[in-house]
Every structure is written in structure tokens, then in C-alpha cells.
Nanobody
Framework: QVQLVESGGGSVQVGGSLRLSCAAS????????RGWFRQAPGKEREFVAA????????DYADSVKGRVTISRDNAKNTVFLQMNSLKPEDTAVYYC??????????????????WGQGTQVTVSA
């Protein structure tokens, strides 16, 4: 059974940091693009960051660029999202995803066929 399990979410104050992890099991995703998305209440799921299979390319949403870093450890089948200078608007459920998609579709949720269950991030003033 293939599973993606996120961890590291929580409640922080404005300006704080969190490091999310997404551990995969059941198969290896070393050749897959890995992504992070988020969904706030009443809003659609939106792209946060993506990383190519070897980590050579990364992409970030404008809203998080400069504050967020995506990385991966293929030996551990795990992807990370380091989030700094958090803002209230970063509050959402964060989901990791994996997919054999082309890099040009890395921002599109439907391009991914494996998803985690999500982890809540709450940023308060």
C-alpha cells in the first residue's frame, strides 16, 4: 500500500518557522516530481512548491517565494518544506504529493496521483 504521510505541522506565531516532512512508503518516488500544496477553509487547493526528481529544479508560488524551501532525500523517500517568516495567510492544511508528471505541469494538482492526508499549519498574530 502506497502512503504519503505528512508531519511537522502545528501552531506558530507570526514570524515563526515550521519544517514539514512527507515520508513515502510502499514504493519509491525517486524519479517522481514531489510537490506541496495547501488548502485554506473555503478556498481551492493551491500550489506551494515543487522539486524535480533529482532536486536540480525547484519552483515556488509567488506568495511563499523567499520564505519557503523545498528539499528531498531520495534515500529516505522523503520531501521537506522549510517555512520561515510565517504569516497568518499561510494558515491552511498542507498536502504533499508525488507524480510522474512533466515539470511543466508541476503546479497543477491533477498532475499528481499520490497525495498525503494533510497536516494543519496555523499562524496566529
Amino acid at each position: 500500500q502506497v502512503q504519503l504521510v505528512e508531519s511537522g505541522g502545528g501552531s506558530v506565531q507570526v514570524g515563526g518557522s515550521l519544517r514539514l516532512s512527507c515520508a513515502a512508503s510502499g514504493r519509491t518516488f525517486s524519479r517522481y516530481i514531489r510537490g506541496w500544496f495547501r488548502q485554506a477553509p473555503g478556498k481551492e487547493r493551491e500550489f506551494v512548491a515543487a522539486i524535480s526528481w533529482n532536486g536540480g529544479s525547484t519552483d515556488y508560488a509567488d506568495s511563499v517565494k523567499g520564505r519557503v524551501t523545498i528539499s528531498r532525500d531520495n534515500a529516505k523517500n522523503t520531501v521537506f518544506l522549510q517555512m520561515n517568516s510565517l504569516k497568518p495567510e499561510d494558515t491552511a492544511v498542507y498536502y504533499c504529493a508525488a507524480g510522474p508528471t512533466g515539470w511543466d505541469r508541476a503546479r497543477i494538482p491533477s498532475a499528481y496521483n499520490y497525495w498525503g492526508q494533510g497536516t494543519q499549519v496555523t499562524v496566529s498574530a
